[in-house]
């Protein structure tokens, strides 16, 4: 492969880094376009030895293996292991519990490459760098920053930025949208390749049901919008049931749970006064998919969803997932994506949020207007 000036440099940089072994983590971070995912690969067919792919969601994992790093996992399935002691119902449903797996294969890799490390909290960042493995770590600079947790390896400066766009990426409708937009430039209404930005008016129902994911900029339009995806789904009540797409809203690593994770209800037990139980899948891990038992508080679905957080501790903390704001979907991208452009909502942060929100989108964008 023939590369760029700045892509050599980065090439260089890291082989440097490899070689002196002086430090455990490279930053190499990258607007879209810029070819990060092509120099990981690149880096790692180079490396004498084994190198481990991994991402902080199922769906990043996902998008890694569709594009060539076939062993990519997430960070918690490489690292943690279930615990013996696992917890089992009056139902007969297990709750597997997570330990840090010291025979994990990152225990013996020569390298671990980290994609979209933004959304990697301290907790996670520690135990991944407890094995003393080096660390090359994919992130972009023109994302927003999360909004809570996450940014254990973006608090520091990149060692390498890439800001030119590489030339097979050039023609690349997305990357074209998502540049302008980084710019500050307007999406103006058309067609972007297989792409485009439409008005409201010309959204139905079944462009909105075709997407694989849905996004948002407030919690207000996600709640609305979660509630008639349930309906166009099929479903009725208020709380989850079987087949329904969940979105985890607080890490907990022991039950293997990462805040912005999607699930899907497996099943649902017995009704209680205050819980509900069920079992859940991933929704995107492929291979490394295990199944979790989760808790929730009725009145998060029955009531306005305010439950005070001395109450809410005790639970696990899952909505429902349809349509997720564009901070909740950072970290994960998907093949086709419905947008509809709240931008207007974060003035100091606009062009950040739309470039986030665009860039979550592989194949085909629809921006709502």
């Known amino acids: 492969m023939s590369f760029s000036p700045q892509q050599d440099r980065a090439l260089k940089a890291v082989s440097r880094w490899l070689r002196d072994g002086d430090r455990q983590v490279f930053r190499l971070f990258g607007y879209a376009g810029t070819g990060k995912t092509t120099l990981a690969r690149h880096i790692a067919e180079g490396v004498d030895g084994e190198v481990l792919f991994a991402a902080f969601t199922g769906k990043a994992a996902q998008v890694l293996r569709a594009r060539g790093a076939h062993n990519a996992r997430t960070i918690h399935s490489l690292i943690y292991r279930p615990r013996g002691e696992a917890e089992e119902d009056e139902e007969g449903n297990v709750t597997p519990l997570f330990s840090l797996n010291r025979q994990s294969p990152l225990a013996q890799a020569d390298l671990v490459i980290i994609d979209e490390c933004s959304m990697v909290d301290e907790a996670l960042g520690r135990d991944l760098l407890s094995f003393g493995t080096p660390v090359l770590v994919l992130g972009d600079s023109g994302q927003l920053p999360p909004v809570s947790g ?20 050039r023609d690349n409708p997305i990357i074209d949208m998502a540049q ?57 009540g208020l709380l989850p049931q079987a087949g329904d797409k969940l979105v985890c809203l607080r890490n907990n690593a022991e039950k293997g749970l ?15 006064a205050q819980r509900i139980d069920m079992m859940v899948m991933p929704d995107e891990e492929g291979p490394y998919a ?22 809410r501790r005790a639970y696990d903390d899952f909505d429902f997932g349809y349509a997720l704001t564009v901070h909740k979907a950072q970290g994960s991208q998907w093949d086709e994506v419905v947008l509809f452009d709240e931008s207007f909502a974060f003035r100091d942060t606009r062009a950040q949020w739309l470039y986030t929100a665009v860039t979550r989108a592989a194949t085909r964008l629809t921006v709502v207007r």
């Open 150 to 169: 996450g940014g254990f390896f973006t608090e520091h400066e990149p060692d390498i930025m890439l800001d030119e766009i590489h030339r097979q990426a």
């Open 180 to 236: 302008t937009v980084r710019e500050g430039g307007t999406l103006d209404y058309g067609r972007y390749g297989e792409s485009r930005v439409i008005s409201r008016g010309e959204i139905d129902s079944e462009q909105v049901m075709a997407a694989q994911q849905v996004l948002v900029g407030i919690n207000r339009t996600r709640k609305r919008f979660n509630q008639r995806l349930r309906e166009l789904n099929g479903f009725s």
């Open 258 to 272: 990462l805040n912005g994770g999607l699930w899907r209800v497996a099943s649902v037990g017995k009704a209680r």
């Open 290 to 311: 295990t199944p979790q038992k989760i808790r929730l508080h009725r009145a998060v679905f029955e009531g306005d969803g305010e439950v005070p957080w001395a109450v």
